[in-house]
């Protein structure tokens, strides 16, 4: 059981940065592995990119790999997405999710039992 507010979304042009915060509540924050999925109008939810309970593994899709960045500060019990070098195509909601299931972390939605409210990421051309 654990609670998620996502922040930090908005508008910017092509090839700028946003950085998504994602904040929980509870003591047991550092239980979770933690992950960022996308849903763009029209298409499926997405999974962008995982990192592990300590901080020390992380997973990437391939059309951000290279571009985004997951970290988390279990002390402020936030996880975080670095956007760099955004295209058209990275517009969607944005969603904070946390996993309890076993494993290091995981990449498909089933596996999170927790979920954010979303913020919305919009890149124009």
């Known amino acids: 059981q654990v609670q998620l507010v996502e922040s930090g979304g908005g508008l910017v042009q092509a090839g700028g940065s946003l950085r998504l915060s994602c904040a929980a509540s509870g003591r047991t924050f550092s239980t979770y592995y933690m992950g960022w999925f996308r849903q763009a109008p029209g298409k499926e939810r997405e999974f962008v990119a995982a990192?592990?309970?300590?901080?020390?593994?992380?997973v990437y899709a391939d059309s951000v790999k290279g571009r985004f960045t997951i970290s988390r500060d279990n002390a402020k019990n936030t996880v975080y997405l670095q956007m760099n070098s955004l295209k058209p195509e990275d517009t969607a909601v944005y969603y904070c999710a946390a996993g309890s299931y076993p494993g290091t972390y995981a990449s498909t939605h089933d596996r999170y039992n927790g979920w954010g409210q979303g913020t919305q990421v919009t890149v124009s051309s």
């Open positions: 990192i592990s309970r300590s901080g020390g593994r992380t």
